[in-house]
């Protein structure tokens, strides 16, 4: 059988170097590769092609944010048809709240946690990729399903339910502002697919853009 592969990363070589590069010494980006490089691209590019149809628009001719939602997460600025920015960075663990990493994080935070509890780098890995995001703030759930049947009895689970959606209006504001104008928002992924609770927290507080929510597409 054939067998292909696909980079997800591929579909942000179109971003410009402001938005890639990290303002840390130069040499990092040189000799050591640290760089923005993004995720969850084959999705982002799927759903950019067919929100343009279902605008009626060629792709070139949109700007959109895609969102990407499951249990990893991550939102991408497309404009004129292809990615300009991404939440997600070098790693999956940058960029909006999920299942168990953190999203955005300062990384003072990492080399303080590390020094007062003495972990080494593996320690901190995986605390920053499997105990972290809805797991961390609700000790108990990744879910999100989990978390929204639980949320009016345990305030650690609404609590994780307003920082996810704070962080995904935070991302949605700037890639407004890096586009200029936006076509669309489109969501995906197993909840932004899924759980129309979700698009609508995330866009209420948006109305004020002129945000609507199409419920027949």
């Known amino acids: 059988a054939t067998q292909v592969a696909v980079f997800d990363t591929a579909f942000y070589n179109t971003m410009p170097d402001y938005a890639y590069r990290y303002a840390v010494p130069a040499a990092w980006y040189r000799e050591l590769g640290v760089r923005k ?5 084959t999705s982002h590019l799927y759903v950019s092609k067919r929100a343009a149809a279902i605008l009626g628009k060629p792709a070139k ?47 003072g935070i990492v080399l303080y946690v590390m020094q007062r509890l003495g972990l080494t780098p ?24 989990d978390v929204e049947a639980n949320k009016e009895t345990k305030p650690e689970c609404k609590l994780a339910i307003e920082m996810e959606a704070h962080s995904v209006r935070k991302y949605i504001g700037a890639f407004l502002a890096e586009l200029g104008h936006v076509d669309a928002i489109v969501f995906t ?24 929510i199409n419920y027949d597409e």
């Open 37 to 41: 490089y993004g995720f969850h691209g």
């Open 61 to 107: 001719d949109c700007n959109l944010i895609t969102l990407h939602i499951g249990s990893g997460a991550s939102a991408a600025a497309i404009k004129n048809g292809v990615a300009v920015d991404t939440s997600l960075g070098m790693t999956p663990v940058a960029g909006l709240v999920m299942g168990t990493r953190p999203g955005d994080l300062d990384s």
């Open 122 to 145: 593996e320690q901190m890995q995986k605390h920053l990729n499997k105990d972290s995001g809805l797991l961390g703030i609700t000790e108990c759930f990744a879910d999100r399903r």
């Open 189 to 212: 992924g197993g909840i932004g697919e899924n759980n129309p609770q979700y698009r609508d927290r995330v866009c209420d507080k948006l109305k004020f853009l002129g945000v609507e």
